[in-house]
């Protein structure tokens, strides 16, 4: 019996063979490419000044970046174009319409090069180290990326740790930090820790120990100035009047929160208080005319520990007394 005949069948080349699988897929890739930018450059031509019409240009941009691969992504993870126009637009109706965050002295922060922003951390959930890089993207008139220093838990927790990495945080050790404000990087970091983030309502804008001074002799490595940042508002939207050790211990957390909405509200206890927000900038802490030495000098750390720390806590103060409410 002869030997059967395959006979193909299917799309067929210019040669009249058949194309393979990698040929369509690009192929498909290419009209599907070609297809997008036409659409979007006929939407941004149409309406020039229509926001809502700049805004699908703009999207379909995004996606054909997306699709062939035209954006960057640093060694530490950042990817900025997908912060820009996704995260950082999640985030921005928060800041403007939700907690209303108000923002002073951003011409404290520098126009170019590195600088360490060290800032009060509370809130029981890390709303004020998102709002704090919104405010710096958005307020600052070079519009700069802040890169927020995290906790280990932060980069276990699945979904969670991608963002963060997406987003330009990186984890909190000297190495990342001075490497990144040698850069010439905006970075930053809440000393305060787990102790700010989880403290009871009672302590609320009292600020916790800033650990070693870890912060202030990687800035003297790297000689970039440290700016203090005063936040005012985080303390109320989740107020912690508990805290469940034996739950903390058994979900691996630092610390287990009882609120007056979580747990007995579900997830929707997780939603924060509208609280309204001010977060002010304080003026530069030069570290530039520090001998080479200085990072190693245990009481000159602790001076300009304190020394930040106290401006941050003065700040605090002043702003809390002139605030009219904690919700206007």
């Not at 299917?10 to 063979?17: F, I, K, M, Q």
């Not at 996606?63 to 060694?75: A, F, N, P, Q, S």
């Not at 509208?274 to 570290?287: C, D, H």
Request: proline share 7%.
């Amino acid at each position: 019996m002869a030997d059967a005949k395959v006979i193909p069948i299917g799309p067929v080349g210019e040669g009249g063979g058949r194309r393979s699988r990698d040929e369509r897929d690009e192929g498909e890739a290419a009209a599907g490419e070609a297809s997008l930018t036409s659409l979007a450059g006929k939407v941004a031509e149409r309406g020039a000044g229509g926001g809502l019409d700049q805004a699908l240009a703009r999207s379909f941009a995004f996606l054909r970046r997306r699709l062939t691969g035209d954006y960057e992504v640093d060694d530490f993870g950042f990817d900025q174009d997908l912060t820009d126009e996704v995260l950082l637009r999640l985030l921005r109706p928060v800041f403007e319409r939700y907690f209303r965050v108000e923002v002073r002295g951003i011409e404290n922060i520098p126009t170019d090069g590195g600088a360490l922003i060290v800032a009060n951390h509370s809130g029981t959930l890390p709303w004020d180290g998102l709002m704090l890089q919104v405010a710096v993207r958005d307020r600052h008139p070079a519009e700069r990326h802040l890169r927020l220093l995290g906790a280990d838990l932060v980069f276990q927790l699945p979904v969670v740790n991608e963002l963060a990495r997406k987003a330009g945080h990186t984890l909190a050790c000297a190495e990342d930090a001075q490497e990144l404000l040698e850069r010439g990087e905006l970075v930053g970091v809440m000393p305060e820790g787990f102790k700010g983030l989880g403290k009871p309502f009672a302590d609320r804008y009292r600020l916790q120990r800033f650990g070693r001074g870890g912060f202030v002799a990687t800035a003297l490595r790297a000689r970039v100035p440290i700016v203090p940042c005063s936040i005012v508002g985080a303390e109320e939207i989740h107020p912690m009047v508990g805290n469940s050790r034996v739950l903390a211990r058994l979900f691996g957390l630092p610390y287990f929160p009882v609120t007056p909405t979580f747990p007995w509200l579900g997830p929707l206890g997780a939603v924060p208080l509208p609280t309204k927000w001010t977060i002010q900038f304080g003026e530069p802490l030069e570290t530039r005319d520090q001998p080479p030495e200085a990072a190693e000098d245990p009481m000159l750390m602790f001076q300009l520990t304190d020394q930040v720390r106290e401006t941050i806590q003065h700040t605090l103060y002043k702003l809390l007394v002139a605030r009219r409410s904690v919700f206007f």
